[in-house]
Nanobody, 125 residues
Framework: QVQLVESGGGSVQAGGSLRLSCAASGRTFSGYVMAWFRQAPGKGREYVAS????????SYADSVKGRFTISRDIAKNTVYLQMNSLKPEDTSVYYCATRAGDWMQVSSASSYLYWGQGTQVTVSA
């Protein structure tokens, strides 16, 4: 059974930084895509970034490009999201997600099978 557990959320002022972690367990993730999504109150789930577990290729939403960095530590089975230059509009619950398959439609939430419980990020002006 695949399990994803996020941590690292919190409250920061605009311009600050946070690093989110997603500890993955339950199988080996070779060939999997790992991703971060976020959801603000009253809004749909928004794609943030993804990484290919095996090859390390990455992809980002335009809204976070240049500010956020996704990475993975294969030895620790953990995916990270380093968030710099945070803005109030980054306030959301952040979710880790994963699925098997190729590097297609990585920004589509419906293509992901496994999800974590989410971690709250609040950025004040």
């Amino acid at each position: 059974q695949v399990q994803l557990v996020e941590s690292g959320g919190g409250s920061v002022q605009a311009g600050g930084s946070l690093r989110l972690s997603c500890a993955a367990s339950g199988r080996t993730f070779s060939g999997y895509v790992m991703a971060w999504f976020r959801q603000a109150p009253g809004k749909g789930r928004e794609y943030v970034a993804s990484v290919n577990w095996s090859g390390g290729s990455t992809s980002y939403a335009d809204s976070v490009k240049g500010r956020f960095t996704i990475s993975r530590d294969i030895a620790k089975n953990t995916v990270y999201l380093q968030m710099n230059s945070l803005k109030p509009e980054d306030t959301s619950v952040y979710y880790c997600a994963t699925r098997a398959g190729d590097w297609m439609q990585v920004s589509s939430a419906s293509s992901y099978l496994y999800w974590g419980q989410g971690t709250q990020v609040t950025v004040s002006a």
